[in-house]
């Protein structure tokens, strides 16, 4: 038997299209923690002939400089196709689907930053929350 989802916002895949952690080899552990802020990109567009649908995209760098007072250099990228039934409005399903993505996606890659680096010689690290601003897009340096 199946039920029709309640909610107007689904989320139907999430998956990494890029997985980096790189143990910044000249790295000295410094008894005060060095926390170098997370660069965040978070895209979301609609599916053009696909009712509804709408792919994302989140990128998460830290440490792109490979600054040797931070243990590590993280490069991460989700990405998620969500569906927005016809009871939101074109604006408030792009509004809700750019939150839903965001919490889902970094909430993702949270989690694998946090369980790779726990094997890495610096030891874990724990991302800090995200919170999603509109804002110009932050260039992420290649």
């Not at 802020?37 to 002939?49: A, F, L, M, S, Y």
């Not at 680096?117 to 874990?124: F, S």
């Amino acid at each position: 038997m199946t039920t029709e989802n309640p909610y107007p916002i689904s989320l139907n895949e999430v998956m990494f299209v890029r997985s980096i952690v790189v143990a910044v080899p000249e790295h000295s552990p410094n008894p005060e923690r060095i926390s170098l802020p997370p660069i965040n990109e978070v895209n979301v567009t609609k599916v053009e002939g696909e009712a509804g649908v709408y792919a994302a995209s989140m990128r998460t760098v830290i440490n792109p400089e490979m600054d040797k007072a931070s243990p590590y250099h993280v490069d991460m990228e989700c990405v998620a196709q969500f569906t927005a039934n016809d009871t939101l409005s074109a604006e408030d399903a792009m509004r809700g689907i750019t939150i839903n993505a965001h919490s889902v996606m970094y909430g993702a890659i949270r989690e694998a930053v946090a369980w790779i680096t726990a094997r890495q010689p610096y030891g874990q690290l724990l991302l800090g929350l995200s919170v999603l601003k509109t804002s110009a897009p932050q260039q992420i340096k290649q």
